[in-house]
């Protein structure tokens, strides 16, 4: 289709004309004159901004060259203005150019956006970024939290993101400019307290730690540290708003700091070092925001965060600085109460509160797309009816990043239709999500079945456990009895064949997440029951099926796994830097290097070489006992390190 501008914003031209282009449409200036061969009259576009807090679409089909069709947008706020575009492209896709329509929706959040993760080993290039902010663009979502513990440039510390693919400062000013032509407010997130574990490694960062991911409150040399982090990462960006982190410091306190100082409370040491860094960025002219998980743990019983009795009132506790937003993270509640009763005790904290929920690429090497579902379902519908006007939908990819980002879209969706509806429903997401990927929504609806067969529950991840656990060890063989892998992940497979098969018009980022996971599907179905089969076999005694496990089913194992490490590796490489890379490397590199092992041991035995194989003679024990009557039977465990070993690591 072909699009005229007649009116609109200074500035929405060329971001306009970049969404249409994606899409195989194109956009003219007034007066331009079309290129030739191009005899499709054009609609005519006009673009406002309102103060009304809505988007709208009002198309009105023409009857030929007199009376040309004509469109007219009107948003509060630039991205909502290119969702509005994109809606009408959605809806001229779907019903032609000759039906006339209107579209309006509520705005119900003034700022809501995504955190992406680039801190845990997948540090996401510079494009991938750029094509982030062009479907937030589209979503009409406005704000992009970076979260970049160690990965950005700090010259003063040269050892500061060494080696993690850390993005310059040119870098990010690049991308903040281009985030703010699409009305998009890129916003740094740092740590300026715990999760500093790569960063206090070196010996050059020596005499900062107090446990070895906590800086040392309190410390002169610690807050010319900081200054010079809060300066270099906020330096690039357009905004004056900076997420400081300061959640989950568990041991504060505990480890150098109390050797040095003695026991001093947590209260005291958060409430010094807070007011200490908000010193800093007054004198950087900056907004801070934190986590709140370190104030709403001051009055737990237990030092937890979500065990306070829902009715508690808060009014009287210990609180942040005024001028410090907190922003309440909570991924796991199903329940709309417990939202409404923490963001209401989040607000006798502070009159300043921002809500984060999750995408849950965090689970292993396949989304959590049912936990996503269950947990932002209830809370945006309590962040809507509490008034909270902003939201954030977190990317973690904790344990190295095993599940590309690009596997939670669904999620990243999910949570932008809840900025534009009371309540979305599922049919609103599918076109949605099939607009914008040319995927269709049952199918990525696929890559969260990985971890859900018969018998699991929300945070199970048998899809990682059973393609990292040792195949003669088998860590995690007594926790799968009677489930038939085999045909689930063969079943799998199957399915996403098909849909690769039947969408050759998704996207190309789209299909490379969907062949990602037809090779992981394909690898699991033969490497997740070999170990009960050894196991068995040996038990037995059964010689010949030892053989053919050793001669046939393990090599097909390790074919099956190189072909998904390669698959991984491409998508890695359109997603994110290389570097981080070489952890998932070592991860299939020890794996294969172990099935090569027990295909020699096992050979050895059925060839009379050796007497025995003592680690299938260990009894296979549950790595979480189950109990009886007890439906849930799988488990989850998400460290690399506790999978493939029982041994340290």
Sequence with gaps: MIFRLKNAPEGFEGPAAELLKERGHRLYASGEDMLPGEAQPPVELCAALTEEKKVSVVYTAGSGDETPSAAALCACGRAFLFRALMRLVRELEKRGTGESFQVEEKVWLDRNGVMLDCSRNSVLTAERIRWYIRLEASLGMNTLMLYTEDTYEVPEYPYFGAYRGRYSASELRELSEYADRFGIEMIPCIQALAHLKNALRWEAMRGMQDTDDILMAGGEEVYRFLEA???????????????????????????????????????????????????????????????????????????????????????????????????????????????????????????????????????????????????????????????????????????????????????????????????????????????????????????????????????????????????????????????????????????????????????????????????????????????????????????????????????????????????????????????????????????????????????????GETERLPELEEKRLPFRPVQEGEEHTLCACNSWKMIVSASPV
């Design 229 to 607: 982090c809060i300066r270099r990462a906020t330096e690039p960006f357009l905004t004056k708003r900076v997420h400081l982190g300061m959640d989950e410091a568990w041991s504060l306190g505990l480890g150098s700091y109390l050797h040095k100082n003695g026991y001093h409370p947590k209260t005291e040491i958060m409430a010094d070092h807070l007011e200490r860094v908000a010193e800093i960025c007054r004198g950087l002219g900056l907004k801070p925001m934190i986590w709140s998980d370190m104030y709403l743990r001051m009055s737990s019983r237990d030092n937890d965060y979500y065990d306070i009795p829902l009715d508690s009132d808060l009014s009287g506790a210990v609180k942040p600085p005024e001028d410090v937003t907190l922003v309440y993270w909570d991924y796991y509640h199903t329940d709309e109460n417990f939202y409404r009763q923490y963001l209401r005790m989040h607000r006798q904290l502070s009159d300043q509160v921002i809500f984060a929920g999750g995408g849950w690429v965090w689970n292993g090497l396949s989304p959590n797309l049912k936990g996503a579902k269950d947990t932002t379902e209830p809370a945006m519908r309590a962040v809507k009816k509490a008034g909270i006007r902003e939201a954030v939908c977190t990317m973690w990819q904790d344990d190295g990043a095993e599940t590309p980002m690009g596997a939670g879209l669904t999620s990243i969706v999910r949570f932008a239709e809840h900025g534009f509806a009371e309540e979305v429903s599922e049919e609103a997401l599918k076109e949605e999500f099939e607009f914008l990927t040319g995927a269709s929504w049952e199918g990525f609806g696929l890559l969260g079945e990985f971890d859900r067969p018969q018998g699991s529950a929300f945070y199970d991840n048998p899809s990682k456990y059973l393609l990292y656990q040792d195949a003669l060890i088998g860590l995690f063989d007594g926790q799968i009895g009677g489930w038939d892998t085999q045909a689930y992940y063969e079943g799998l497979k199957e399915k996403l064949v098909k849909e690769l098969a039947e969408r050759p018009e998704a996207g190309d980022y789209a299909r490379r997440i969907l062949s990602l996971y037809v090779r992981l599907a394909d690898a699991l179905s033969v490497k997740a029951p070999l170990g009960e089969a050894l196991y068995n076999a040996y038990e037995k005694k059964d010689m010949a099926g030892l053989r053919r496990l050793a001669q046939e089913q393990i090599p097909l194992a390790m074919e099956k796994i190189r072909a998904y490490r390669d698959e991984r590796e491409a998508l890695w490489q359109e997603e994110s830097r290389i570097f981080g890379f070489e952890v998932f490397d070592i991860r299939i590199g020890g794996l294969l290097a172990r099935l090569e092992s027990a295909k020699k041991r096992v050979e050895a035995f059925v060839n």
